[in-house]
T-cell receptor, first 113, second 114 residues
């Protein structure tokens, strides 16, 4: 089954403790992206990747890192999480054309205390 | 830059009512247009799309027509069900220029009462 898999689904952590949210897709998609969803703000793009070893900043990249060493994986790293990073995070992928829809994971709800 | 504007929600309807969720966009050229739906506790999933002017996308009883004259892509359904309660996102992907990074609207929450 074609899917985007994120882990974990829920994560509670403390300020400053490094964490990684994993994202994997099995559709051989070139394009992958991370979003955060906050009430009243919709979806905001954090980082995206057009292909292996190619990443770029989205609208809200501060406090986040990503890597794209393999085509299928695109982890999101928070080196020193802060409470303002408490949010619902989504990974998404597409085959990377103008007519290709995004495929989303089921989300990771992160709480930083 | 590109932008997508959706009507603010929540939209509250009774079962079997007619639904319209407005979406207008600003973009260079003629982008591809999408509607995504997010059910509670889930990620977004594609509902329908249209890739050129006058195209009509349809799925699960929902329809939207790509209107280049009014730069709109309004979502409609003739008779909503309780199970349609969700958040709906309008989005565009630019055409040409090598960038296919999508732009999303802020989402419209739909609540359908029995």
């Amino acid at each position: 089954e074609a899917q985007v898999t994120q882990n974990p689904r829920y994560l509670i952590t403390v300020t400053g403790k490094k964490l990684t949210v994993t994202c994997s897709q099995n559709m051989n998609h070139e394009y992958m992206s991370w979003y955060r969803q906050d009430p009243g703000l919709g979806l905001r793009q954090i980082y995206y990747s057009m292909n292996v070893e190619v990443t770029d900043k989205g609208d809200v990249p501060e406090g986040y890192k990503v890597s794209r060493k393999e085509k299928r994986n695109f982890p999101l790293i928070l080196e020193s999480p802060s409470p303002n990073q408490t949010s619902l995070y989504f990974c998404a992928s597409s085959s990377g054309t103008e007519v290709s829809p995004l495929h989303f994971g089921n989300g990771t709800r992160l709480t930083v205390t | 830059g590109d932008s997508v504007t959706q009507m603010e929600g929540p939209v509250t309807l009774s079962e079997e009512a007619f639904l319209t969720i407005n979406c207008t966009y600003t973009a260079t050229g003629y982008p591809s247009l999408f509607w995504y739906v997010q059910y509670p506790g889930e990620g977004l999933q594609l509902l329908l799309k249209a890739t050129k002017a006058d195209d009509k996308g349809s799925n699960k009883g929902f329809e939207a027509t790509y209107r280049k004259e009014t730069t709109s892509f309004h979502l409609e359904k003739g008779s909503v069900q309780v199970s349609d309660s969700a958040v709906y996102f309008c989005a565009l992907t630019p055409i040409g220029g090598g960038s296919y990074i999508p732009t999303f609207g802020r989402g419209t929450s739909l609540i359908v009462h029995p």
